[in-house]
């Protein structure tokens, strides 16, 4: 933190949140919620509205959480008109005297500290600050609170409330409304900031009440609340989800303004900008010098608070508060070729000086009068609304939560991404509005007059200057030795050229690889590294998804706008005078435009200032150092001396002066104009030798760069093609393909963060530092987290050095022969980087298990463990502390628990069948099975035989997001169930199994096509967010009560607090990853970037855990390249019960770490499906065991000698570990293990690891009525029905009760028909999920998100009450929620209405009729039929590979364009008579019948014609594959047989 | 960037031509011929580019195969010897001579038929020399230091390139008439041909490498008064000091060492004198004779191909241990380096293979010449003792006994003494991890520091020994390469 940052003292004052400590860092923490808001078009203040707010934010309680103690609530709270009425009369009952008119107080409640004299000093001061402000302070009223509600904890921090009225005094006597907030705000910001005070609100227009509380506390904590005088039109209720259980009372919703459900991504760099932008910032509005407010983003607030803080700033200097949301908030306008013209100006005007505030939300704000919604441009949260014939309009998170007569909502809706509900209450006047009738306010409406505000249009087109539109300069060619001896300066190596650029280069993607990276850290390696290895992708996991670049481009933009900045709180034509680039990487010709964007007699004004990043080498970090500082001060001078653009160039070293790293020039510019205020000013260039890869773009950008010329890696490109790798390709096209894979690849980055725009990505900094010093990351990468320390400017200094001294050696001469060092990263070469898994290893591991000797394993293990000689991991840093040092006493080896115990805690890694062969996989089963061990399926189902079989079934069934085969059977016969929510290889990515790959018998095990290529998307599709992530594990927990559910995470900072949260939704097991774990194919960027070592996260995450109270109801598993029994103590030891190994059993089972799985060509028959490469496979269960006994058997040596007698004994007993003596290491001597180490002090008989079963409330199911009402179908398979209620608070219905019938009936499930259930009302979440075969639901009234995921068979039927005033317009209103049919392999769903986002997607079998979509419907579709009869989002058919979709008039636009080009995606009329006409009509008919749907039966009216208004959309291969395998059946050969599959081999490859 | 399904399209594995039997033992030129560039290309392809390239690691210089297998594969030879050059100086040494232990460690090797490894590299050398793409490096600056190699076997030749292009001044002392060491005379004219060693002197000398012939280090000059005139020196004497047969008739006449009927047998291919050193009663040829050639290692084909092309009666190679497996056995598993039958081009040629034999006598024709052999057959046992089959006992007729048991370490010379050199039991000069001998600023390598062993860890120590003399001469750490380490040994259970 920077010295000059003022933090707010009130936020620590009442927050039990404990200090940094260990890996702990309270800067992680994130939360998540439910929101809610209840307005009345013209009813005037009620007490009602209060009420039913209450109630709403009662039913939202399943979207918070509560802590260790259920009564601590993680935050809840309300917003509202101020209570004119009510406060008046209590100000008067308590004695304070007369309040004056309406508009003219400004009131809100304080938290004070919990002492008198404090509160006396904190009382007066704010007296004087008003004072100095312009306001009188009209007193304080005590407002009573049930204080023995809250837990102890929650408790601990409490402050005594009070509300503060203040009124206008001496110039400013008499001001009202928004005038008197202007002055209110001064003050509520000064006393925050220098007061043990905090207001929840201080508003003549609004009032908050909140705190630590939970939903059903709110009311009876604050009496206030029940007082039948208070009343309010509208309200704004909010539940928090917090991943800790640490009591903040300030940061419980609603602020000021919102309250918001999600999580802002960008906000680091959000900050950063706005903290730059300060210095600009003038408003008449506010009197006196504005940095007595700043910085504006309160240091140690909240994503929402600070959202909340730039968002009061932009309304209370001039804008409506719609105005200053869109700004924050656009909606995805860059590629929407079908918006107004005057909208998008609108947008890109603003977006010249605000970046978006890019993260999944649902925003609720309120200004007192208008009040609205807007969702994110992913529409990543759910918002659903009705409205009433007497003009209520109530939105929340999930339908249901006030009960409300059928025959009462005229109409229901949801929010859509990037729309936004407006209603204006008409209130009665405060600040000189007039009172007028209420109304919603159409989007199109509030955006129009918005956009007409200003001549947007006119501005942005004069003032955007596009690079496209620049002259074409001279190309300059380099020479062959010249691009060679700057390829030695900057470290290049052979492998880099073969491996990174020339993939690049001939094909425009980025390269792939497979296995997991098992080379040493950049500080633990011996070699010099680049700067950019030090840095680590952070990746959104759990509290926020990933997003979906590929599939989702249309809300992504790559584009950039960059140059000066002005004033933020006005608008002129001179604010969108900006340069802008379609991309953020830049060419040579590209970068000369720039450059001369002045001198090229264009007027722009635009003056370039290049600065020289050299350094003179031999000087050292010293050097280093003192050139840095000089150069921001030419750059400070250009900036004075008028610059508008700088240009960072490391081009040009010689023998003396040496590159600056392009990435620590680059920050330590941004962050010293950020500080001296100046960086808005100017836009940064940087030319860069030493970028070659995504992960360094994208690490420029991260860090404060627009744009990036890679002019090395572009030059050695153009090499490449006039010698060597590329020869003979076409240069332009070549460097061309290299920066778009760049500038992709970047954009793949960001959505791994889930972040969407590289504007908002911009010095964003979502990375963490491992290995690099706290000074240094201080100094130079301010606000980035590195736990360890690490190297400083010295080392990096060294590093240049050394691979400068190749290019210019400092005495005799370079080595006959060797141009470029060899590399060794990605592959191992015997100079390059160690790696764990050599030929050594791999031979001796290998050898021990197929001859039984355990003396050779041991030396196997013994080079694994042994890292005196070379650094490889962070636990090779470690030693164990002897028994004797800890106070025990060695144990003898025989009274250690047996091998067969110890192994049971060891588990095989998800390796999906289909990335790994039939035999691999088995081959793993039968062992783990074997040995009372668990192995785990992957994400490619499970094969009906197998699943039955207690010898070869996988005991953890994992649940990814493509969710292939997760059927019902599935579900059932687990002994766990993992949900992957990201994979060490790979964090935030999805996977995908090519085509080729996909034989008929992984086309079988996954509910799929053979030859046609699967995607697993990105994220999980119903994980948005930590209560999504509850809500899947409650759906897993009813599929499969008995089974125990786990939770894979990835390791990176802040995994811990994700952990919390984890454990908060109940999950059984959290499973922490390597950043080292394998994978059949991922991204070099990724294996190699992304993700951190388990030593940190297991640490934090047990750290963290115990801090909060939660270790002991959740246990902790570990996996990432454990190889030893050593590693598996040492994971014990830092907290982990449980172990996870992949690469080591495959390598006993003959994997020789080929990283060629992605190519479908092992030669050993491990990772492929090609049945000549299977029968190569040469793997026994036998090897395995050994393997696993041998592990076991080094375990129990280590336990020993620790002084151990089982792995319980030792789990969290970091006190026997200590940091190795005496590692003399130029790098890693300056890490600082200690974080790693530190022991949380517990309370007293608090455990350490897992002893109490987590409570995952399935007593109150439902589900048990629905099972006890069929139990004469279970008995003797009697047909039954009934009827019963539904509220939303009924979670995951049907559930329960289809495991029955999956364990009764078998995996087929019943006969049809054998259950028929009705429900009435509005249904909570996943509605019918895993419904298998024989059981209908059928819901009357309206249902939440996630309605029949996973449909394995059975039938949903939703459909509006018969007295809903709407019925006859049932098409126009929304009946369910998003993500409807996720992964369902068969069955049927028919929904008489619309639903939301992503509906049907990766169905892979059942059959869905519904009467309109939201965005991205048939997304990855692979099989199964859709029926739209109504409008569809936009990119409709994303990713879909198979089934069908008949589309009624299908608007042509709405379909995903990328598909629809590359001709993936075929759409075609209905042709009378055919096949397909014959299913729609049938589907109509069942539609029509099961639902009395409207349009059904209208058009069934219409007979053949009605046929030719849809559209079939079918993708290509899918039809061309089926056509043929049905043409087989025909002539009555074998479809899945060799003949067919090569046909189909040929058809799709073309 | 191979292949990916190169070893798929192309599932066996083709060599090089051999000139047919008849033919080729009529002369003395090499065995193999140059192998059709297109099959060349197609073989390089089965290449699979391994993520762990065992191969890379089997090869004790750390060749980058997989990389110049590519460059095969794609034709781009000139780049091939680039990424050849980088890690051996000699790829037509090793091309010809190496037994290639790559290739047993190749992946393929575990359910195929390896890649033709060794093939490559030469083809990639060959194209080299064809084309002129070999051509001196002279060092651009001298560092005025001075070392000299004694010794101009292949480990004497690689350390001195290395020092020379270092900027070293290096002078090459050789006992013999001509360069080269073992590959000289010790390996016959037909494995390869003499002028490929010329070629590799000349370009040296161009690179200002001296070269000091018939200079007998310790007998010629006093080797500490030659040491005291170097910064440094590097021994690369090899191991000469063959094992014996102890048995009666040893001293008969007609019963030789290997090594001193070899280079005979390659002076007669270069038309070449004996050399006048050669005693009377050791001048041989095997026209005419009964040869036995008792050892079944490289030096008792090696003897066998040369016997062979002097037209001789019979010839008979004799083997105390069992035939050997025809495939891998549970202990020798792959990646090592197995014992297995193998047939080299020698024994296509002729000559019968006996096994389990023991020599018990040699028989004296009465005339102090060697007339026969007696032998017995012999049981190996777990332990390695022996013990004899009873009757087993028969009689060879044989003129001419040509000894090939493997060597016992650094020949017997007064140079050890002169150095106050420790030796080892193994007969090996005692080295520490800088490749430095018990006297400071002097270093050995090749097999007298290592004990016999293959032409590749010879120039892989040449090479990696510069690494540390160079460290020694600047003291500053070195940028040669070291590809291996004094105590390195090949991966074995």
Request: glycine share 10%; proline share 6%; net charge negative.
């Amino acid at each position: 933190m920077a010295p000059d940052q003022r933090t707010s003292r009130a936020l620590a004052r009442f927050s039990a949140q404990p200090e940094a400590q260990g890996l702990y860092d309270p800067s992680a923490e994130k939360d998540a919620c439910g929101v809610a808001f209840v307005a009345h078009l013209h009813s005037g203040p009620t007490h009602e509205v209060v009420q039913q707010a209450l109630t709403a934010l009662r039913n939202l309680d399943h979207r918070g959480a509560v802590g260790a103690e259920v009564d601590s609530g993680d935050g809840a709270g309300i917003l509202m008109q101020v209570p004119d009425a009510f406060l008046r009369e209590t100000w008067k009952d308590a004695g304070l005297g007369e309040l004056p008119a309406p508009g003219r107080y400004a009131v809100g409640l304080g938290f004070l500290p919990d002492d008198d004299e404090e509160e006396a000093v904190a009382k007066a001061e704010i007296a004087a600050t008003a004072a100095e402000e312009g306001l009188r302070v009209l007193g304080w009223r005590e407002v009573p609170v049930t204080a023995s509600l809250v837990g102890q904890t929650a408790r601990s921090c409490m402050p005594r409330f009070r509300h503060l009225v203040v009124t206008g005094a001496g110039m400013r006597e008499g001001v009202e409304g928004l005038e008197l907030d202007r002055l209110a705000f001064v003050l509520r910001k000064r006393a925050e900031r220098e007061l043990d005070v905090y207001f929840a609100s201080l508003s003549s227009r609004t009032l908050v009440y909140k705190g630590m509380l939970t939903t059903g506390q709110l009311e009876p904590f604050f009496p206030d609340l029940s007082d039948h005088r208070i009343a309010t039109q509208l309200a704004i209720v909010h539940s928090r989800f917090s991943t800790n259980t640490f009591p903040s009372w300030p940061l419980a919703h609603p602020f000021r303004y919102i309250a918001h459900n999600g999580e802002i991504n960008t906000v680091r760099g959000n900050r950063n900008w706005m903290r730059a932008r300060e210095s600009q910032l003038a408003t008449d509005l506010i009197d006196g010098d504005l940095s007595r407010l700043f910085p504006i983003c309160t240091p140690g607030a909240s994503d929402s608070a600070s959202f909340d803080e730039v968002l009061e700033l932009l309304h209370l200097t001039g804008r409506s508060l719609p105005h200053a949301v869109l700004m924050m908030i656009p909606e995805a306008w860059e590629n929407h070729a079908q918006m107004d013209a005057a909208r998008r100006a609108f947008y890109a005007f603003h977006a010249s000086f605000m970046e978006a505030w890019d993260g999944p939300a649902a925003v609720t704000f309120t200004d007192g009068r208008l009040i609205g919604a807007v969702l994110d441009r992913n529409g990543l949260r759910p918002s659903r609304y009705w409205v009433t014939d007497d003009g209520l309009v109530v939105l929340a998170s999930e339908v249901g939560v006030l009960d409300i007569a059928p025959e009462r909502v005229v109409s229901k809706g949801r929010l859509q991404p990037g729309r936004m509900l407006l209603i204006d209450t008409g209130a009665p006047s405060v600040g000189g509005e007039p009172a007028s009738p209420g109304r919603i306010i159409p989007d199109d409406e509030v955006k129009g007059q918005l956009a007409a505000e200003h001549p947007y249009q006119e501005w942005v087109e004069a003032g955007i200057i596009k690079l496209e539109d620049l002259p074409e300069r001279e190309h300059v060619l380099h020479t062959h030795a010249s691009v060679t001896r700057r390829q030695q300066a900057f470290g290049y190596t052979e492998e880099e050229l073969r491996l990174i650029l020339a993939p690049m280069a001939a094909n425009g993607a980025e390269p792939v690889g497979s296995m997991g990276t098992d080379t040493p850290i950049a500080v633990l390696s011996e070699r010099p590294r680049l700067l950019f290895d030090y840095f680590t992708q952070l990746f959104a996991q759990v509290t926020n998804p990933p997003l979906d670049a590929i599939r989702e481009e249309v809300v992504t933009s790559l584009g950039v706008e960059m140059g000066p900045e002005h004033n933020a709180l006005t608008a002129s034509a001179e604010h969108c005078r900006q340069l802008r680039l379609p991309f953020p990487v830049v060419d040579n010709d590209e970068l000369a435009k720039i450059t001369h964007l002045d001198a090229d007699g264009e007027g722009t004004g635009f003056a370039t200032v290049r600065v020289r990043g050299l350094y003179r080498v031999a000087g050292g970090g010293e050097e280093l150092e003192r050139r840095l500082l000089e150069i921001c001060a030419e750059v400070s001078a250009a900036i004075d001396g008028g610059a508008r653009f700088v240009l960072l160039s490391d081009r040009d070293g010689d023998a003396v002066w040496a590159p600056i790293p392009s990435l620590l020039l680059t920050s330590a510019v941004h962050h010293h104009l950020l500080r001296e205020k100046t960086r808005t000013q100017v836009g940064l260039v940087v030319e860069a030798g030493d970028v070659r890869e995504v992960h360094h773009v994208a690490l420029l950008i991260g860090f404060g760069a627009a744009c990036v010329n890679p002019y090395l890696a572009m030059e050695s490109v153009e090499d490449l093609t006039r010698h060597g790798l590329l020869e003979g390709s076409d240069p332009q096209q070549c460097v061309r393909n290299l920066i778009y894979a760049l500038g992709k690849g970047v954009l793949k980055v960001m959505s791994k963060m889930g972040i969407s725009t590289v504007a908002s990505y911009r010095g964003a900094q979502v990375f963490e530092a491992i290995g690099l010093s706290q000074e240094l990351v201080d100094r130079w990468f301010t606000g980035t987290t590195s736990q360890l320390g690490g190297v400083g400017l010295d080392v990096v200094a060294a590093e240049v050095a050394a691979r400068h001294a190749r290019a210019y050696p400092v005495e005799g001469t370079a080595p006959a022969h060797r141009r470029l060092d060899v590399g060794g990263e990605y592959q191992w070469k015997r100079e390059g980087e160690p790696h764990l898994f050599d030929p050594e290893t791999v031979f001796r591991l290998q050898h021990a298990t197929r001859a039984r000797r355990y003396d050779v394993f041991q030396q196997y293990t013994s080079r694994v463990d042994e890292q005196s000689e070379r650094l490889m991991t962070l636990r090779g840093l470690f030693a164990f502390k002897e028994a004797a040092a800890t106070g025990r006493q060695p144990v003898p080896l025989d009274e250690v628990e047996p091998v067969s115990e110890i192994v049971k805690r060891f588990s095989t890694g998800a390796m999906s069948y289909g990335s790994i062969s039939a035999e691999a996989h088995e081959t793993l089963a039968v062992a783990m099975n074997r040995l009372g061990a668990k192995s785990n399926t992957g994400e490619g189902g499970e094969d009906v035989e197998r699943l039955l079989d207690p010898e070869r079934r996988s005991a953890i069934k994992q649940i990814a997001s493509g969710r292939f085969g997760v059927t019902s059977a599935y579900l059932t016969h687990a002994t766990d169930l993992q949900i992957k929510m990201a994979q060490g290889a790979k964090p935030g990515e999805g996977g995908q199994l090519p085509g080729p790959k996909v034989y008929p018998n992984i086309a079988k095990t996954r509910h799929a096509t053979p030859g046609v290529g699967l995607i697993s998307p990105p994220p999980h599709h119903d994980i948005y967010s930590i209560e999504d992530l509850a809500q899947l594990i409650h759906d897993l927990k009813n599929a499969n009560p008995a089974a125990r559910i786990h939770t894979k995470l990835v390791s990176e900072v802040g995994v811990g607090t994700v952990a919390a949260g984890v454990a908060k939704a109940h999950s059984d097991v959290v499973l922490v990853s390597g950043h080292d774990g394998g994978t059949g194919a991922a991204p070099l960027t990724s294996l190699k970037h992304a993700g951190a070592p388990w030593e940190l996260g297991l640490a934090e995450t047990q750290q963290t855990l115990l801090l909060n109270g939660l270790r002991d109801r959740v246990s902790v598993q570990v996996d990432g390249a454990l190889k030893t029994g050593r590693d598996v103590v040492v994971a014990a030891l830092l907290g982990a019960e449980e172990y996870g190994f992949s690469t080591a059993p495959l390598v006993v089972s003959g994997c020789i770490m080929m990283r060629v799985c992605q190519l479908d060509t092992c030669p050993v028959g491990v990772a492929t499906q090609n049945p000549v490469l299977r029968e190569r496979f040469t793997g026994k269960p036998e090897f395995v065991v050994t393997f696993f006994e041998y592990l076991a058997e080094e375990v129990r040596e280590h336990l020993a000698a620790l002084g151990f007698r089982s792995l319980d004994e030792a789990v969290g007993q970091v006190g026997s570990l200590d940091v190795r003596r005496a590692v003399d290491h130029w790098k890693a001597s300056g890490l600082d293990l200690s974080p790693v180490l530190a022991d949380v002090e517990v309370a007293d008989g608090a455990s350490r690891r897992q002893l109490v079963s987590q409570d995952h409330g399935l007593e109150k199911a439902l589900d048990h009525q629905l099972i006890a009402a069929s139990r004469a179908a279970f008995d003797s398979g009697e047909r039954v029905s009934a009827t019963f209620a539904v509220r939303n608070v009924n979670r995951t219905v049907g559930t329960m009760l289809g495991h029955e019938v999956t364990k009764r009936f078998g995996p087929d499930g019943a006969p049809d028909g054998t259950i028929d259930l009705t429900l009435v009302g509005s249904a909570g979440q996943s509605f019918g999920a895993f419904l298998p075969a024989g059981v209908t639901l059928r819901l009357v009234g309206d249902a939440n998100d996630y309605v029949g995921k996973g449909l394995s068979g059975g039938r949903v039927v939703v459909r509006p009450h018969e007295s809903a005033p709407f019925l006859r317009d049932a098409a126009d209103n929304v009946v369910a929620g998003n993500t409807v049919g996720y992964g369902a392999t068969s069955g049927e769903v028919f929904l008489s209405g619309r639903v939301g986002e992503r509906f049907a997607v990766r169905n892979s079998g059942a059959s869905i009729v519904v009467e309109g979509t939201g965005d991205h419907a048939c997304e990855y579709m692979t099989g199964g039929t859709v029926v739209v009869l109504g409008e569809t989002g936009r990119n409709l058919g994303a990713g879909m590979s198979g089934g069908r979709a008949f589309v009624l008039d299908l608007e042509p636009e709405k379909l995903n364009g990328a598909a629809v080009r590359s001709g993936e995606l075929v759409s075609s009329p209905v042709a009378p008579g055919s096949a397909e006409a014959e299913l729609l009509s049938s589907l109509l008919a069942r539609h029509a019948e099961e639902t009395g749907s409207a349009v059904a039966t209208a058009l069934l009216s219409e007979g053949e014609t009605a046929l030719e208004r849809f559209t079939a959309l079918v993708p290509r291969d899918f039809a061309r594959v089926t056509a043929l395998r049905e043409q087989a059946a025909a002539e009555g050969n074998d479809p899945d047989g060799e003949g067919v599959w090569l046909q189909i081999m040929e058809a799709v490859r073309g | 960037m191979a292949d990916p399904r190169g070893f798929l399209t192309v599932p066996t594995r083709q060599n090089a031509p051999r000139r047919p039997v008849p033919v080729r033992i009529r002369d003395w030129h090499e065995v193999y011929q140059q192998v059709d560039g297109a099959v060349l290309r197609e073989q390089a392809g089965r290449c699979m580019d391994c993520g762990v390239p065992f191969c890379h690691n089997g090869c004790p210089l750390g060749n980058l195969i997989p990389e110049w297998n590519d460059l095969t594969r794609r034709g781009d030879f000139r780049e091939a010897i680039e990424q050849l050059h980088a890690t051996n100086n000699f790829p037509e040494f090793t091309g010809k001579l190496c037994p290639a232990p790559c290739e047993s460690a190749c992946v393929l090797g575990i359910n195929q038929d390896a890649v033709t490894i060794k093939l490559v590299e030469e083809s990639i050398i060959d194209r080299a020399w064809e084309n002129d793409w070999v051509q001196p490096l002279p060092p651009e600056r001298l560092t005025g230091k001075t070392v000299a190699v004694i010794g101009s076997g292949p480990a004497g030749l690689a350390a001195a390139q290395q020092l020379t292009r270092a900027g070293h001044t290096v002078a090459v002392y050789e006992r013999d008439d001509a360069l080269g060491g073992l590959m000289r005379y010790g390996v016959p004219e037909y494995k390869m041909e003499k002028k490929h060693i010329d070629r590799r002197i000349q370009q040296m000398q161009a690179e200002g490498t001296r070269f000091r012939t018939t200079v007998d280090v310790g007998v010629d000059v006093d080797a500490a008064r030659l040491a005291d005139r170097y910064d440094a020196v590097v021994l690369a004497v090899g191991a000469l000091q063959p094992r014996e047969l102890d048995v009666p008739g040893r001293d008969l006449r007609g019963v030789l060492q290997a090594m001193e009927y070899l280079p005979q047998g390659n002076k007669e291919a270069l038309g070449l004198p004996v050399p006048s050193w050669v005693p009377e009663d050791k001048r041989v040829s095997a026209e005419g004779k009964d040869v036995v050639i008792i050892g079944a290692g490289d030096t008792g084909a090696d003897c066998l191909g040369t016997v062979l092309r002097q037209n001789p009666r019979s010839v008979t190679q004799l083997a105390i241990g069992p035939t050997p497996p025809a495939d891998r056995t549970g202990n020798q598993p792959w990646p090592t380096y197995p014992l297995v039958f193998r047939t080299s081009s020698a024994h296509e040629e002729g000559g019968e293979r006996v096994y389990t034999a023991s020599t018990t006598e040699l028989v004296d024709d009465g005339e102090g010449g060697v007339a026969a052999l007696r032998m017995v057959e012999v049981v190996r046992h777990p332990d390695r003792s022996y013990t004899v089959v009873e009757g087993s006992e028969r009689e060879l007729p044989a003129q001419l006994v040509l000894l090939a048991l493997g060597f016992a370490g650094v020949q017997k010379m007064p140079m050890v003494e002169q150095l106050g050199l420790e030796v080892g039991r193994d007969g090996a000069i005692v080295r520490d991890e800088r490749w430095q001998t018990s006297r400071p600023g002097t270093f050995v390598v090749g097999d007298a520091g290592r004990g016999a062993s293959l032409i590749v860890w010879a120039i892989a120590e040449g090479r990696a020994a510069a690494a540390a003399v160079d460290e020694h001469l600047t003291g500053r750490p070195s940028t040669l390469p070291a590809p291996v380490t004094p105590h390195a040994r090949p991966l074995v259970v």
